[in-house]
């Protein structure tokens, strides 16, 4: 009987680069191309597949960011309308658990374009956004396991996070530009993706499928494939955890805290005194109220985190999720 959580573990980083890429996939399950494209489209209607795409390594290309705001609750609605009316966001959600409770990640082409989004938000909200850039990631994105059993630290994880190491920013021509704007959207569920995306990059498929791979063997693009939505497929808590860390010790500290099962991703951020004092990142997903307790309670049985400064911050709502967008705003396929 066909599984198609073993599709999608497969898909999740190894979709391939040539011009009938779904044919293939379903070659592999014994699938005719119409069921695997026919599957895909159900999902991503559902909401279950935000796309088939690209998870770029943060600040390869372009320059993107953590933020957080301080927000009453009568004025939520309203703030989270105008933070994601803004296309420089790619993700908000409500966490319980501190007084900063409004968590969104911006990006921008660079840096400069990115403090303007963050001042046009502090101007228009009244309160400027704490902003946390990456500092150093100890686990990154991976995937989500749909193996029954199995952690977010599954048998295909793509990396270790002790030797995680983080790509040499490429320099970017504007063909590089149009590429990484034609890939925010997704994939085509056609059969033809990559003429597709060629098209509208201005490039030869050839070219586009050759730049694509340059980008997944450097690291440039952490991640190539199907981006699941963790909520659908069972991963129904999302939590932050965050502690202050003796800077002299953080590393070490985050290197350990990311092999914990059901840490999706841990970095180093830098703190914002006095209103923000925590250095040490760690994100869970888990899928039942017991594996979250038994991930804190790991995380509370190391020394070096045992009497932290900590705070647990549950996400209680999902306003927007999608991927970060980079480039200028281009026509749909």
Same mark, same amino acid.
């Given at each position: ?63 993107? !960011? ?5 927000? +009453? ?19 908000? =959600?409500?966490?319980?658990? =501190? ?8 990006? /921008? #082409? ?17 309160? &400027? ?20 059993? =199995? ?18 920013? +490429? ?17 085509? @569920?056609?059969?033809? +993706?990559?003429?597709?995306?060629? #098209? ?7 070219? !586009?499928?050759?730049? @694509?791979? /340059? ?6 693009? &952490? ?13 129904? =808590? ?30 180093? #951020?830098?703190?914002?005194? +006095? ?18 307790? !038994?991930?804190? /309670? ?25 991927? !970060? ?9």
């Amino acid at each position: 009987m066909f599984d198609e959580n073993k599709l999608y573990q497969r898909i999740q980083h190894d979709f391939p680069l040539h011009a009938r890429p779904y044919l293939s996939t379903g070659e592999a399950f014994d699938l005719a191309e119409h069921t695997v494209l026919s599957l895909l489209a159900r999902d991503v209607g559902s909401g279950r597949i935000s796309r088939i795409g690209a998870v770029f390594a943060p600040n390869t290309i372009g320059a993107s !960011t953590v933020a957080a705001l301080n927000i +009453p609750v009568a004025r939520l609605e309203r703030v989270v309308e105008r933070i994601n009316d803004d296309p420089a966001i790619s993700q908000s =959600h409500v966490r319980d658990g =501190h007084r900063f409770n409004l968590w969104f990640v911006a990006g /921008a #082409r660079d840096q400069v374009l990115l403090d303007e989004v963050l001042n046009r938000i502090g101007a228009d909200v009244g309160q &400027r956004p704490i902003d946390l850039p990456l500092e150093r990631e100890y686990r990154a994105d991976l995937g989500l396991p749909l193996a029954p059993g =199995h952690g977010c630290h599954g048998p295909d994880a793509l990396d270790k996070p002790s030797s995680l190491k983080h790509p040499v920013r +490429p320099a970017l021509d504007e063909a590089d530009w149009r590429l990484a704007a034609a890939l925010e959207v997704g994939l085509p @569920l056609t059969p033809h +993706p990559y003429h597709a995306l060629a #098209r509208r990059s201005g490039l030869s498929l050839p070219e !586009t499928l050759r730049r @694509l791979t /340059a980008w997944r063997q450097s690291g440039v693009i &952490r991640r190539f494939g199907a981006i699941l939505r963790h909520r659908h497929f069972g991963y129904t =808590h999302n939590v932050m955890c965050v502690w202050n860390v003796p800077d002299n010790r953080v590393d070490s500290v985050g290197v350990r805290l990311a092999q914990v099962p059901y840490v999706t991703m841990c970095f180093r #951020r830098p703190r914002r005194l +006095p209103t923000w004092q925590y250095n040490l990142f760690a994100m869970v997903h888990a899928r039942s109220e017991q594996e979250l307790a !038994t991930t804190l /309670a790991r995380f509370h049985a190391m020394d070096d985190l045992a009497h932290a400064p900590s705070a647990v911050l549950r996400a209680s709502h999902c306003y927007k999720q999608r991927g !970060t967008h980079y480039g200028s705003v281009m026509p749909e396929f």
